[in-house]
């Protein structure tokens, strides 16, 4: 009896067993309690009102819905059934225990299916079936629900008091909290000083009021969160502008103390291009003087350079000579590797080519034997394959040589029937002639007496007869 509830219906069910009859706006935060929590509440409507429509055991007085507790006769043995035991049963369950086989089980039990449009039922999420009227789960529901089942119950109206007896009796409360409640909500009306009753018409529109007003509560909320994203937009802009302003101000800064910095280092400079100046001055005489004994000794120099020169270049043709012949020496050997190394790779091809051709002859020498075999085999089936086809060819022919005979004697016979049907018209033919002569002569009068007078002679002697 712990277990959850199996399915909508079942909810639907034990909500409308509770509350003698309830809307399905008023259904509708009993339903989320326990599922569909995921879904809009639009969502949630059109599920309770297609549920409520398809099941019998609901019952519409206009907006209206209760539980039908009748139930279905096929369901009473089951009914029955869990009274004496008091403790959910599965259908499994039942089959299995009962004593005097399956047929008690079916007789007890009708389908699964009627067992879900009966409102005395409540199938637990388990699988076992349960009576809708035990264990109601009244401290599950508010103390404002409580209140209107208690009011609607009584529509003459309660005392604060006879709600605390009553409403006690489903879930512990006091008399504080019960005036709180009674007076917070406008469908609960005070006729006289202690007297409360509840107002249906005040209630939907109540409801219908508080669900305009959480509608513009989400619309101002959706205006006001746009308008959030917008000042964030913009004070971010404004943030980033104020970076960029501070870094560009810092980047003037420096740049302001570097010009500072580099005035500074060019006076420094010129003052000391004018000391170099004078020095240079000093040194160019030198410098000339140097530069004369210099092109002295690079002319000396030259000389030397240039017999130095000639020995250098006739050794270095003998040493690339000699690097020549090297290199052409290492290739020859290089190549005499590489040809042995791919005349030994040609005899190890050679010898895998040979293998496999030997291979390969074998291969043939056995498919050609068995392609002789099939074709052995498909000469002799195809020999059988003939007989055959001329023995059918002969039945065949026997068949259609008899079918001719029987052909000749059916129109033989039709013509037969042809000729008795030409004699059978032209006898109809003289019937209708006689006929028609007949009824000519009972037209006269006189004939006509006579047949009366007869008819009348013949009824006396039947009476005769028959007295």
């Known amino acids: 009896m712990e277990s959850s509830l199996h399915s909508l219906t079942d909810v639907l069910k034990k909500t409308l067993f509770f509350f003698d009859g309830l809307s399905v706006p008023e259904l509708l935060p009993y339903v989320q309690k326990k599922m569909l929590k995921d879904c809009t509440p639009q969502q949630v409507e059109e599920k309770i009102s297609r549920c409520l429509q398809q099941n019998d055991c609901f019952v519409s007085k206009g907006n209206i819905w209760t539980l039908n507790l009748q139930g279905k006769r096929e369901n009473d043995p089951f009914y029955s059934y869990l009274l004496r035991k008091q403790h959910p049963v599965s259908i499994k369950e039942l089959t299995r225990n009962s004593s005097r086989g399956k047929k008690k089980a079916r007789k007890l039990l009708a389908e699964e299916a009627s067992l879900l449009a009966d409102g005395r039922f409540v199938q637990l999420e388990n699988g076992q079936w349960v ?14 629900q409580l209140l209107i089942k208690a009011l609607k119950s009584h529509p003459g109206g309660l005392s604060v008091q006879q709600l605390l007896d009553i409403v006690g009796g489903w879930k512990k409360t006091d008399t504080p909290a019960i005036t709180c409640t009674l007076q917070k909500f406008p469908y609960f009306e005070q006729i006289s000083d202690s007297i409360w009753v509840y107002n249906p018409a005040v209630h939907s529109a109540y409801d219908s009021f ?101 020995w250098v270049k006739r050794a270095r043709q003998s040493a690339e000579e000699n690097l020549h012949y090297k290199e052409a020496l290492q290739r020859k050997q290089q190549d005499l590797e590489a040809m042995f190394t791919r005349l ?4 190890e091809k050679d010898r895998e080519n040979k293998a496999l051709l030997a291979e390969l002859k074998d291969q043939h020498a056995t498919k050609v034997a068995e392609l002789q075999t099939q074709v052995l085999e498909l000469r002799q089936k195809l020999g059988r394959q003939n007989e055959n086809i001329q023995l059918t060819e002969s039945r065949w022919q026997e068949e259609v040589r008899e079918l001719n005979k029987e052909l000749k004697k059916v129109l033989d016979e039709r013509d037969d029937l042809q000729r008795s049907v030409k004699f059978l018209r032209q006898e109809l033919k003289k019937v209708k002639d006689d006929y028609k002569s007949l009824k000519n002569s009972f037209n006269n009068p006189v004939i006509r007496m006579v047949l009366r007078i007869l008819s009348f002679f013949g009824r006396s002697t039947q009476q005769s007869v028959t007295s």
């Not at 030994?344 to 005899?347: D, F, S």
């Open 344 to 347: 030994q790779q040609y005899k």
């Open 131 to 144: 009576l809708t009227e035990w264990q109601v789960e009244n401290e599950k529901y508010s103390l404002k």
């Open 210 to 310: 508080m669900q305009r007003y959480l509608k513009t509560l989400a619309r101002y909320h959706q205006r006001w969160q746009s308008e959030k994203e917008r000042w964030q937009r913009k004070v971010m802009s404004l943030d980033r502008q104020l970076k960029e302003a501070s870094l560009a101000q810092k980047e003037a800064a420096a740049a302001l103390a570097l010009r500072v910095q580099e005035a500074h280092r060019n006076e420094h400079l010129l003052s000391q291009m004018a000391e170099k100046d004078l020095l240079l001055q000093l040194r160019k005489k030198e410098i000339f003087r140097y530069r004369e004994h210099i092109d002295y000794l690079e002319r000396k120099c030259n000389s030397i350079l240039y017999q130095c020169r000639l």
